[in-house]
């Protein structure tokens, strides 16, 4: 007796060594596609974005959550970087900034072309996979970063945007954020007002991903409800789990399930344990759970590495979703469930949304609203009443009526 005893915690650490090496296995065809990383954020707050700094080396930097080492350790292949700006750049610089944090990230592909390639695409994710390189992709965090502009937008997909979070912790003139459902925010435009749903519609139109991290229930369930293509949740975890606004409650995860869209879980312990601290089991627990109510094929990672303070034992950086696949495995996920949430799912929401793109479309135009603009900074050009080339219609049949009356009066 005593010896069986004395074996198991080597039965224990045998096994524990198979799930890790299974994960390896797996992760070494099907590597992660992680959501959401904010190391373009801190490039700026430690190195106002000078890359070519000594200490800003990505293959030695050791303060953060993420360098080149630990992308290679973690079996990281693709990445939605993060181009990122704080709610108090809204109607100030918030364009400025967010075209210098999509910049960093091109300098950033530019400068390890080794290690990253910029793509924009699912097939340019599948290449660089083939290559062993780190497929990079720029997810913007906050629609105030389009500055209620259709153009905006479109700019912005032209430079490599592929997802957009529809707000950040703060609402814009035409969606809502989280805070609304905390009560620390006013709701303004319960969900989406006419202009953010014509600023679904063109992401839509454009291929460009609808990220629901960071929005009011009301705005997920708006835009889960007009999107025409899956959504992803690029940085979110279980409301049942931990009952943070910034989680996703069990009757989106019904959406989410019928609409093929996909929740990347946040590891932020404040998400995953509503506690400062949490463990790796624990961010397993939420996977679990989204699996449960939404299927295996909504369930995905997105670290917020670099964007949090806390993170859960044995998650430490991105080192480590070898450990958190392990775990999966020894919770007797299936092999294709696990490379589902390593890839697979990303890559059919984002073919999804490929597919569901229509170039040769009639772009959305209308502007926002006049009324509907904050800030005190903007000029109102195209706004003002006159002078005018193009008088409304109702002004153009008067004036009309005017010269026929005068001709039947001569
Ligand atoms: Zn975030």
């Known amino acids: ?112 072309p080794e290690t990253f390639v910029c793509v924009t695409n699912s097939t340019g994710i599948r290449q660089a996979f083939q290559e062993g390189r780190v497929a990079s992709l720029i997810g913007v965090e906050g629609g105030h970063s389009i500055d209620s502009s259709l153009g905006v ?43 953010g749903q014509s600023v679904v519609r063109e992401m839509n139109r454009l291929g460009v991903i609808i990220d629901l991290a960071h929005v009011s229930v009301a705005t997920m369930k708006a835009a889960l409800r ?34 093929g869209s996909l929740v990347m879980v946040n590891f932020y312990n404040d998400y995953v344990s509503c506690q400062q601290q949490a463990t790796l089991s624990q961010v397993a627990d939420h996977l679990d759970h989204i699996k449960k109510v939404a299927g295996a094929g909504a369930v995905g990672f997105g670290g917020d590495y670099d964007g949090v303070s806390r993170l859960p034992s044995g998650l430490e950086d991105v080192s ?50 006049l009324g509907e603009l904050q800030g005190s900074c903007r000029t109102t050009y195209g706004y003002s009443e006159a002078p005018s080339f193009h008088p409304p219609p109702g002004a153009l049949l008067a004036s009309l009526s005017t010269i026929l009356l005068g001709l039947c009066l001569l």
């Open 1 to 112: 007796m005593q010896t069986v005893w004395w074996l198991w915690p080597l039965v224990a650490l045998c096994s524990g060594d198979q799930f890790r090496g299974e994960a390896e296995k797996i992760m070494r065809a099907t590597p992660v596609i992680d959501g959401h990383n904010d190391l373009p954020w801190q490039l700026l707050t430690m190195f106002n974005n000078q890359l070519q700094e000594k200490a800003a080396d990505l293959t030695s930097l050791a303060q953060t959550h993420t360098n080149i080492p630990k992308l290679r350790a973690g079996f990281v292949g693709a990445q939605f970087w993060s181009a990122y700006t704080p709610c108090d750049t809204q109607n100030k610089d918030a364009v400025r900034r967010i075209l210098e944090q999509i910049d960093v990230i091109h300098r950033m592909c530019h400068m390890y």
């Open 153 to 195: 937008l479109r700019a912005l997909y032209h430079l490599g945007m592929r997802y957009l979070t529809l707000t950040h912790s703060c609402n814009t003139p035409w969606a809502d954020n989280w805070l609304v459902d905390t009560g620390e925010d006013q709701a303004q435009s319960q969900g989406l007002s006419e202009f």
């Open 226 to 259: 007009l999107s025409k293509a899956p959504i992803i949740f690029s940085h979110s975890s279980a409301y049942s789990l931990c009952r943070h606004r910034r989680n996703v409650p069990d009757d989106v995860l019904q959406l989410v399930n019928q609409t």
């Open 320 to 369: 480590k979703y070898p450990d958190l696949v392990a775990e999966l495995l020894r919770r007797r996920w299936t092999e294709a469930e696990v490379r589902g949430a390593l890839a697979d799912n990303l890559l059919r929401v984002f073919e999804a949304v490929e597919q569901v793109s229509d170039h040769a479309g009639t772009p959305e135009e209308v502007p926002i609203p």
